[in-house]
């Protein structure tokens, strides 16, 4: 019995509580049903209260993961995520440029949670200047945009500004996620295609459980690029899913919790 | 909208195709409806032809996940697969017995398919006097039977023979599986408590896309096992999903390809 795949491949970090990185990564994608494939660039010994300990992987090392599954596998699209050093994502953009590889969903991981930056100044820049021109889509925060453009963002209007300086470093499209404005019921992302914006509301669902959101949407939005959606489609597609699963508590962990990936199809069941 | 899950460990290594590894592992666990936690020993750079290369991990970052996982989530049952070497095999050992974990299905990964050994003597020495006597299941395929027990196996009362060979160095049941036994159109399984023999007997499927059967057999068995099932339930629970499973053709990968690990949800939909 056939059952064709599309493949999505992701190249992130470990979380060995399965919430974030490539394990958030990989149920997204199969819950969007894709094969995803997985290439690590960091491996952390992590809870969901923090990090305590992490060992980023040599550039060689994540060149190889790319070589083996690319001569093997026809991936359709490509979702990158925490990529640990500048050494790394100039690995990576060279390797992605040598297999033609530019459906590319760029999650530009760079402020932890508590507002430190989470990289070094050297791979702030490579992300900015080899990572961003060769992305189909870029999918900051408000903290990533702050720092990816060096100013404040406190409303939508700062947030269209902010979109329109991001496209001019060089993707496709830019997708400003709104979570982290304050005082809204509603939450806004913005989609930049350098002509038109694309607005998507959704409802605040007040949960604790929002650990490895940012991977699971940028890997839903790539897994629906890779079923041929286009990406202002992708991304509606991904919103929505991340608004079916979030009411969910798996009840998991004593800080930010991970999320339920496959509470849609599960409850289906029922 | 509460769903509490029961949540389940694996120990093992990374497989950049997603076949096989701790991606197999996450995928079954996904499918039988439990919360798959992650713990690294090696990353490999690998496709469904072979590995291209292999980092493993420092014991000491393989303790750092574990407790970083095992001091945060309800851990009811582990798996562990591929332990790359002596120094992991006692810590990982060490670890489950510091935390009082026992509901343990080892997969002893030994034997690469070429036949060729995988692990060094002093590895295949550690799991054979450190982990085999903790396990509660251990799940051998008969290559790997064969090294643990020096003896050929080539029918089914070589195989009772093995298990009860077996059983006498520990673990609380051995699960022989029976796939490389040739000349049959059926295959059996047989687990062993040390009295009673259980068969499980299953057709032969015949398919390329066997890439990560072992993985996904043991890391089912240790998802219903932590869903409260007995060792016989929960290993006829986890046969069932691969026959389930392996009949479905995800046309990926030139060599033994990978299972789509939720075959058996999507056809649901249709």
Known sequence: MKNKLPCVMTVAGSDSGAGAGIQADLKAMAAQGVYGITVITAVTAQNTLGVDQFQVLPPQMVEA???AVLRDFPVAAVKTGMLGNAGIV???VAKLQQYGLYSIVADPVMVAKSGDPLLEEDTQTAIREKLL???LVITPNIPEAEVLCGQAIESIEDMKKAARALHARGPAYVLL???HL?????LTDILFDGIRFYYYRAQRINTRHTHGTGCTYASAIAAH????????QAVMAARCYLQRILPWDPGLGKGSGPMDHFAVWRDRGR
């Open 65 to 67: 993961q790319m070589d």
């Open 90 to 92: 100039q690995a990576v």
């Open 133 to 135: 021109p060769l992305s």
């Open 177 to 179: 996620k709104g979570g």
């Open 182 to 186: 304050q005082g809204e019921e509603e």
């Open 225 to 232: 690029l890779a079923l041929g959606r286009s990406v202002p």
